[in-house]
């Protein structure tokens, strides 16, 4: 075969017998194919602002050599990069089609990469419920991977190709001239689809890589012009396309064959959820292959031969093998399991992996099913273990963590605990069951007993007393001979049991973290299927009590409100595991709360530490200096397992924040965590009534935190403030489109904030 001028491989998939189209020096082929075969009144060529100038004007004029006085041609030039694969990026084209008057007789043609071809491909299958489209990919990864096959798709914040279809392009295009522009890196990232699927399909095909590596280079970048070693080229990408097309065809829909093409991708596809965009696909895709390779070797189905030989001609290749140091920074076993859980292959909780027994033979004939234990081992030798993995251990039996402090228990005299608890307690612990009138049982940990005891009571009435003050209060629901009591119960104890730094404080970040505050009086009637879609995205909830004690049924029984308020927590608890912020919120700083009542606000704020609650929210520029001193010895006591955020908000615009006051308001809070030594959060809230007030709060956030690391929270209230939300990073307070309403003017959710973010590049 000789591959030049018209002299053009085809080759078949599914019904098309001459659907991909291989050859050198296409573009007046590409026209005068389409306007014979895809008669249609509407031709729309869509690229990007890279390929424009290379391609577009020949492509323009070969179509307008080519058709009739009754067809039109238009051009749309996008935005290169995987940014422009979204849902606003599929609208914008869909927009300018509607507003072109396009119709089902438009043929969508996609001039570029995968980026490209998987939006046109989404937009074509879905436009006027489907309309014929064309591949014309002009990278070598698209080429042999993303053309092929008929998946379109675009990417959400939650991971890639997440939202899609199946749609068929009615032709491939692949003009291997167009390769000459790809950059060496661009050239290796479509190389690792090569090299996969000589890997899965044939020992000769993968020699020829091994052994071709600079003709392969040569002729792709444009300076070897030999006709045999563009044959020889030609024949490398045509046997990769081939296997792919001959796969696709036996299984369109990826039942299971198909699910061969994903090998070095389960592994790979979680690396770049989170190493995108400074990690290109198959860049992620190559340290895929060679952990999915050992993971074959781990497993026994293989030699480790095959995964050194994988290694090495990845390497060939310019490709990565091992994740470097900053990757590393950025990888934990945990998220790379986290975010392989929403993989589309996976069945139930096991994960769909292709394994090898050689190099050109799968394990199987399509990807095998892999528990999450071999894949772990694997990654212990490539990323960072987990956060917080080397401080608790797992009780296999059971899954639920081994405690290192000891602690006593103290049961309120209307509350039996059952064998289950204690059979619970006793496979963690040494447990001295000495029963009293009081019910008294004191616990410690099987292989430390040296560790101070933390005192733990158990009530079914919140706020009851204790003889020792101190001591934390689990506030039952329910009763103690119910698995899910006694689970809970021993999750609480974990919680506020801990010697070490509190692993469920939310870290500061260079990413956004958030927290929602459920807008609600009354959670003890919530579903939790609400509250969890209430949460999505959240790192944290804010308990807010004034909102539960405005209640007419709580309103009227001020008496009663610290056993109201632990019992409506004990509710949220059964529905999320977040960390909680406890807000008593005053009337004068934007919330509900009677500002007069100052002793049952302090009597609120310290049940909130013997809640075990995360975070407890202070507005300290109310509270007498004693009291607030007397607050931050309370806090010691209960640290680390609660954090004082020291808040002050200004809804009435009493401040500006160019103004010294508002610096002096910071300041204080800074001196009261450092004479405590306390590591909290500052939260100040400013009311924006103009753009100034924005950028003021800006200048002030750059002055106070320059190196942008510190666990401050500064925002603006008001419409005018929403910039302020999407400037702030952690822990920025947020609504959800399905609560009753926000919980201060301005609120944002969190997927606004994102795509705000996204489209100002501040991800």
Known sequence: MVYGGNNIETIPVLDNPKAIHIGYNLIDYIASTLTTHVPVSTYCIVTDTNLAPLYLPQLMSAFRAHMNQNQRLLTRVLPPGEMTKSRQGKASIEDFMLNQSCTRDTCLMALGGGVVGDLVGFIAATFMRGIPFVQIPTTLLAMVDSSIGGKTAIDTPHGKNLIGSFWQPKFIFMDLEMLKSLPPRELANGMAEVIKTAAISSEAEFVKLEKGKQIIESVILGTNQNSEDKMYVASVISASARFKADVVTKDERETGLRGLLNFGHTIGHA??????????????????????????????????????????????????????????????????????????????????????????????????????????????????????????????????????????????????????????????????????????????????????????????????????????????????????????????????????????????????????????????????????????????????????????????????????????????????????????????????????????????????????????????TMLPKDTLNELMSLNSRFSPVSKIIASFHDPQHTIRWSLPEMMHVYKRAEELFEAHNHPGVIKLVGLAQDHMDNIELEQFRHFVDPEGNKEIILINMGPKGKYSRVANQFLTPTTHPALPSAAAPGQLSIEEIKSIRQQLAME
């Open 271 to 620: 690396i770049e959820a989170v190493l995108a965009p400074s990690w290109l696909h198959g860049e992620c895709v190559s340290v895929g292959l060679v952990m999915e390779a050992e993971l074959s070797c781990c497993l026994g189905h293989c030699d480790p031969s095959v995964v050194d030989r994988i290694k090495v001609c990845l390497d060939l290749y310019g490709l990565p093998t091992l994740l470097n140091e900053k990757a590393k920074s950025m990888l934990t076993i945990d998220r790379i399991m986290t975010a392989m859980k929403v993989d589309k292959k996976n069945k139930g909780s096991q994960k769909r992996i292709v394994l090898l027994s050689a190099i050109g033979q799968p394990l199987e004939p399509k990807a095998s099913d892999v528990s999450d234990e071999p894949i772990i081992t694997i990654l212990r030798s490539h990323v960072l273990p987990s956060s917080g993995q080397s401080d608790i251990k797992e009780d296999e039996e059971s899954n639920q963590p081994t405690l290192s402090s000891s602690f006593t228990l103290t049961f309120h005299s209307d509350v039996a605990p059952s064998h289950l608890l204690f059979n619970l307690l006793e496979s963690r612990y040494q447990c001295n069951i000495v029963k009293r009138n009081d019910q008294v049982y004191d616990c410690k940990p099987e292989a430390n007993t040296e560790n101070k005891s933390t005192s733990i009571f158990i009530t079914h009435t919140p706020g009851t007393t204790c003889n020792n003050t101190m001591a934390y209060e689990y506030v039952l629901l329910g009763d103690l001979g119910k698995e899910e009591s006694c689970k809970g119960l021993i999750a609480f104890i974990h919680m506020v049991t801990q010697e070490k730094t509190n692993t469920r404080h939310v870290c500061r970040k260079d990413k956004l973290t958030t927290f929602i505050t459920p807008t609600i009086s009354d959670y003890s009637t919530l579903l939790s299927d609400v509250m969890n879609q209430w949460l999505e995205g959240a790192d944290a909830i804010e308990f807010r009590v004034d909102l539960i004690l405005t209640h007419e049924r709580f309103r009227a029984d001020p008496k009663n409100w610290v056993n109201i308020t632990g019992t409506q927590l004990a509710y949220l608890r059964r529905m999320t595991k977040l960390p909680v912020i406890f807000t008593v919120r005053t009337e004068p700083q934007a919330g509900a709360f009677d500002p007069k009542l100052s002793q049952e606000y302090m009597e609120l704020v310290t049940w909130g530490h013997r809640w075990g609650c995360d975070y407890v929210d202070v507005e300290f």
